[in-house]
């Protein structure tokens, strides 16, 4: 049996605009120049280390307390952009290839780094499909360790090499990889070379392929 396993930020929704809103709204506060680009390095990574890097960027060192008010601040405002998504943001023929997998009985797991993971599913509709979400709650060791999708794996009771990861980020590419599974990547072909395939978008990747990897083929 194969089981589907996918990421969520940059997958399933663009939040990584709110997540730089945020992000940028603390750096300007602190004087850091942080731009989109900046923000690319922060994408599949978690908020801890997110603050840690633009922290280094702006070479401050602060106290434990501080990093802590910090952390909750950038969050605080990320929940306000959250709270105003819904269906309309999911990405490109995203349902229908979920709606796909679920009419073939094929179980479907979310890895996110993300410790919102589970409001935003929720706000944009799509619980109902996967019989697991692991989250950045979960784990404790983040991308680009395997502990998330092997997580999601066995709550899903599937073998690693039967597992068909999506991912846009590199550290989740080579995360898969390290697990054994098949890895799709999401976005540019020239940065996530790592990928066993890669596609710009849902629009690219139509049932053949789908039931290619239900197959085994990669
Ligand atoms: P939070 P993913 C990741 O989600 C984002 O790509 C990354 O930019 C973010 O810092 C991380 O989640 C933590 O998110 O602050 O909501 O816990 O791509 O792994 O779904
Ligand atoms: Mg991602």
Redesign the pocket.
């Known amino acids: 049996m194969k089981a589907f396993i996918f990421?969520?930020?940059?997958?399933?929704v663009d939040?990584?605009k709110y997540?730089y809103h945020a992000w940028k709204h603390l750096a300007d506060h602190l004087d850091i120049p942080f731009t989109e680009e900046d923000?690319e390095q922060?994408?599949?990574?978690?908020?801890k280390?997110?603050l840690e890097l633009l922290l280094e960027m702006g070479g401050l060192t602060v106290s434990q307390e501080q990093f802590d008010r910090w952390l909750v601040e950038?969050?605080e405002d990320?929940l306000g952009y959250i709270a105003k998504m819904d269906a309309s943001e999911i990405l490109p023929d995203v349902p229908r290839v979920l709606d796909f997998l679920r009419s073939r009985g094929v179980p479907m797991a979310?890895?996110?780094?993300?410790?919102?993971?589970k409001p935003?599913l929720e706000k944009v509709g799509l619980t109902e499909y996967f019989s697991a979400v692991v989250?950045?709650h979960d784990t404790t060791r983040a991308?680009p360790d395997p502990q998330?999708f092997e997580l999601a794996a066995s709550r899903l009771g599937v073998a690693a090499p039967s597992c068909v990861v999506f991912?846009?980020?590199l550290a989740?590419i080579a995360a898969a990889n390290s697990a054994g599974m098949t890895s799709i990547g999401i976005g540019d072909p020239e940065v996530l070379t790592e990928a066993d395939r890669v596609f710009r978008d849902f629009t690219e990747i139509d049932s053949d392929f789908i039931t290619g990897l239900l197959q085994g083929r990669p």
């Open positions: 990421d969520l930020d940059g997958v399933i939040t990584a997540h923000n922060f994408k599949g990574v978690s908020r280390r997110c950038k969050n990320y979310l890895g996110s780094a993300s410790k919102n993971a935003i989250d950045g991308k998330v991912e846009d980020a989740g």
